[in-house]
């Protein structure tokens, strides 16, 4: 009798994180050390620096193949050397995620080199806090913020997506923010960038879902790497360590969880969806009570464009 595939995948997914969970802890008590990465190719963008840095370290270490992109030679000549050392093994390839063009030639030349892509974690990331009362004459903000969180992911997913589904595995990371479901007041453009990214990626799970490619959408809170350190609100705010985050990465591509929230996004998200006009209230008050950074109003009034 023949077997329906799509249908065995349907069923497959839907344990596919349980199991991976049972599996680790028969692991932990056993003592057995293997990862679902050991083997496999993993694509890790942002990875000069921060979260992607620590990723690329960290699942190299589980005996994946990680390839790096950045649009830094230099920073990625230093942590490819870092992989290295620690016995493992990496390519890295420089790459501005907003040049299309330059996304689609990097795509082709891994694609050639290494052929299809197993894990892709989407990282690499561009945060902004203004207010809008400071933003009415900055519209490239939401551009720029768009252009590296939103459209230079979906483009390099697109272009590694048909070999994932050919070979019928494939899980996609994206680093995006618990702001997705706070909307934190004075990030517009960070979070409507990041919540494209979000819902696109639920979307497209859906479309590639019989050919056993999942994703994970990563709703980080605070993170202490160089992008937050300009706000001098979050100077002595609890904060995850750039390997702690990436530990959380590395669980998700190994467990292939629809969604990794924070315990105060989720409630905020409840609060947003059973009292709208509350929250709106709540969030009124922390907009005043945490004003506009030095920052971000400095770079405002001395130079518009950045």
């Not at 030679?73 to 890295?92: I, K, M, T, Y």
């Not at 590395?250 to 905020?268: F, I, M, Q, S």
Request: glycine share 8%; with cysteine.
């Amino acid at each position: 009798m023949a077997v329906d595939r799509g249908a065995c995948a349907v069923v497959g997914l839907l344990l596919v994180t349980p199991r991976a969970r049972v599996r680790r802890v028969l692991r932990r008590v056993t003592g057995d050390r293997s990862s679902p990465l050991e083997g496999r190719t993993v694509l890790v963008t942002g990875a000069s620096s921060g979260i992607g840095e620590a990723t690329a370290l960290a699942v190299a270490g589980r005996g994946a193949t990680v390839l790096l992109v950045a649009r830094r030679d230099d920073e990625l000549a230093r942590v490819r050397r870092a992989v290295e050392d620690g016995g493992g093994r990496a390519a890295s390839y420089a790459c501005d995620l907003t040049d299309g063009d330059a996304v689609d030639a990097m795509v082709e030349r891994v694609l050639a080199e290494h052929g299809a892509v197993d894990y892709l974690v989407n990282n690499a990331g561009r945060s902004i806090r203004r207010s809008l009362n400071l933003s009415y004459d900055r519209f490239h903000d939401f551009e720029r913020t768009m252009a590296v969180n939103y459209f230079g992911p979906v483009r390099l997913t697109m272009g590694l997506l048909p070999a994932m589904r050919a070979q019928r595995f494939g899980h996609v990371v994206n680093v995006v923010s618990w702001g997705v479901q706070m909307k934190a007041p004075k990030f517009a453009a960070y979070i409507a960038s990041k919540t494209a990214l979000d819902t696109w990626s639920r979307v497209a799970s859906r479309e590639t879902y019989r050919d056993e490619v999942t994703f994970t959408n990563m709703r980080f809170a605070l993170v202490r790497t160089p992008m937050v350190a300009p706000t001098e609100a979050y100077a002595g705010r609890r904060a995850l360590t750039p390997e702690q985050a990436a530990a959380k990465v590395v669980r998700a591509l190994e467990d292939r969880p629809v969604t990794v929230n924070t315990a105060a996004g989720t409630v905020g998200e409840v609060v947003n969806l059973l009292a709208p006009r509350l929250s709106d209230a709540l969030f009124s008050r922390f907009d005043r009570a945490w004003p506009d950074s030095h920052a971000a109003r400095v770079s405002r009034d001395s130079d518009p464009s950045r």
